[in-house]
């Protein structure tokens, strides 16, 4: 069923007039936000402690951290560069996907988040920068509930637009209490910034008067598998060329398809589709359904599988070239996953696979190497300690190679514009069995090989690369690689959907049940 939100019945034309009696008057666009994406499968809890430890930015130290980058909050704040315009940051935390958000920490940042926009206004539009497929224990749509609050304060007179990562589980209440929403259309995501724009650019012409969104959104009945979710290729391709002819349509100021986010067991998770129309609900709601329609079409090509780890590591040790990308499915630090695990890399060891850089997070080993120091030898229990699923832990001897702080810089493409980067205190450690391991100390997604030349390292000597993502990694080592090999490990992130125990999650809902209807009958 189509569902259509449009402005809540104001006239944006009279509030224009009202708040802004001469065209050049500035117009004050508040921007803010909690991104995370929760999974709900992961150990562990995110406590207010874990968001502190990310960084909680208010004020100026948004503008520090994010003016020169390409993430959410850059493009937000790039249209206080556009004549009439002032964006005001507010207060900002993005927080590496984890478990389940405690009550506590909703609460606390719900209250600072509402406070901070109360205390700075009036706003004349709000540019949220969320995730869409955050959960709290008592709060199974993170993001529904802050738009709520951000509305509360704001009142229905005040356009509200939200940012949205691709892997967005949209909701209802999402959709109900904001007047734009728009997610990426790239993974890996190195379009952050652009949507972002996107966002800013819609809600600050709705707050002058200039355009009347109406949205409408359409849930599809399916959960698109983590394999398949890459854009430049089937079936996303496909779904992103039918958005490009939707985006072409007149009147079509904005639209988007969400591929959802599988890892999080809530009645939205699936896929989704929003389009925005200048003032024309029903045109909307015929090109959301049309487009709703083109994903549902492309429905046997969600589901896949992806190589064992033996399978992979002959597969990588066949090809003629290198280094061969290995992507950890299961320990996706990008999806909730804790970083640790060394599946791959005890095969490599069972195989006697030597030209081997694998980054795994074990603070107690990188200590281990800190002590040592450089040249250092060290008897190592690594990784396979936060979840059973990520264990045994691999025990081997090793000489350290490199000692760093863990903090680096990348300011080419990455995913999610990120630029800045934290992963603790690091080392670089060299098994007497020929692998070379990056030990650190915090899980940072490794999207970046300078987390490796950092270390005096070159990652292009080796044969075999793992990274523990699916997509994210590919923006900063795709170039690298002469061939990408996703990789069937254990964990919360697995390849296989239906390994995992749903509660919440709609039904029926392809591909687990693959009589699923669309259109709804009845």
Known sequence: MVRQFQLMGRDLDDAARRVHPVVAAVIRLAALGLSHETNTFAAGET?????????????????AEHDSARTTMAGFLAAGQWAGVEVVPLLHVTVTPSGLITDRALATMADQLAGALEASGPFDGILAALHGAAVAKGTPDVDGYLLRRFREVAGPGTPIGAALDLHANISTAMASRADVLVTYRTNPHIDAYERAVDVARLIAGAARGDIRPAMAFEQVPAALNILCQNTGGPPMDGIVADLETCLDEPGVLSASVAEGYPYADV???????????????????????????????????????????????????????????????????GGGSPGDSVDILAEALRAGVPSLITIVVDPKAAARCAAAGVAGHVQLSIGGK??????????????????HSGRYEDSGPTHAGIRYFDAGPTAAVRLDTGQTLVLCSRAQMPISPVQVTSLGLDPTTFKVIIAKGVHSPLAGYGPLASRVIQVDTPGVTGADLHRLHYIQRRRPLYPFETDTPYPPQG
């Open 386 to 403: 936060a979840d059973p699923l990520t264990g045994p832990p691999v025990h081997g001897r090793g000489t350290v190679l490199a000692l």
């Open 267 to 333: 009645p939205e998770m699936g896929m989704s589709v929003i389009v925005v129309t200048d003032g024309d609900p029903g045109a909307a709601a015929t090109r959301a359904r049309h487009l709703a329609a083109s994903v549902w079409a492309r429905r046997v090509e969600f589901d896949r599988r992806a190589a064992s780890a033996a399978e992979a590591l002959r597969l990588a040790c066949d090809e003629p070239g290198g280094p061969v990308l290995l992507l950890d499915v299961g320990d996706n630090i």
């Open 47 to 63: 406590d207010l402690a874990d968001l502190e430890a990310a960084g909680i930015l208010r004020g100026d130290a948004i503008r």
